[in-house]
């Protein structure tokens, strides 16, 4: 009796850190192109992580004359016809749709040789933060403020929490016909498990 009562506690417990092994995970992001017509930059954010939730769209507006372009959050192409709300864990039959009419619409973006593109530090803490999952144990936490170069080109000052000192450019594009290229810095924004890492696009603008 004892046996199988060691026996069934020992397979929930694998079968607990197997569950628990799936929670977290990266974000990546991919660059879907450039609409000409309105002047937008799209890109996703894809969550590999264990919710299997939609990809998350974004799109860069450089229209706007008198402002410099920001990251705007879309939204519509998540409704669900059900409930008419947005709904990020919705099946994805009707995001690949509207996604691919979107997609129709866009030049591709070529990534571009990271060569001669610098990231430079501009401010670097370091302090010791509670584990988040031993709050007796402490872990270390790098915030840092950095700039990136790339030729003529230059990004305004940017901000990173990571938890390894391990920020980095990862790719770069040119946007045609703009002052503008994006890149996107890649770090450790996710201690949980055995960590994950995180991407954040950066625009860079000809000076």
């Given at each position: ?41 799209y890109?996703?954010r894809h ?5 299997g939730?939609?990809?998350?769209l ?112 990862h ?15 890649q ?21």
């Open positions: 009796m004892l046996i199988r009562q060691l026996n069934t506690l020992t397979i929930l417990a694998l079968f607990s850190c197997s569950a628990f092994a799936t929670v977290g995970g990266s974000q990546t992001i991919e660059v879907l192109g450039y609409d000409k017509t309105e002047q937008k930059v890109l996703l969550f590999e992580d264990g919710r939730r939609l990809p998350q974004y799109y860069y507006q450089f229209n706007q004359k008198k402002t410099e372009p920001k990251l705007i959050e879309v939204k519509s192409i998540y409704i669900n016809p059900k409930t008419r709300k947005v709904d990020y864990d919705q099946d994805g039959i009707q995001f690949e749709k509207d996604l691919n009419q979107i997609k129709k619409r866009l030049q591709p973006l070529t990534a571009q040789n990271l060569k001669g593109t610098q990231l430079h530090i501009l401010k670097k803490t370091v302090k010791q933060v509670p584990h988040i999952y031993e709050p007796n144990i402490t872990m270390s936490e790098y915030r840092y403020q950095y700039q990136i170069s790339s030729g003529q080109y230059r990004s305004g000052t940017q901000t990173a929490v990571s938890y390894k000192p391990n920020l980095k450019i790719q770069a594009f040119l946007i045609p016909n703009q002052p503008y290229k994006m890149v996107s810095t770090y450790l924004a996710f201690p949980e498990e055995t960590g994950y890492t995180t991407e954040t696009p950066v625009l860079l603008r000809k000076k």
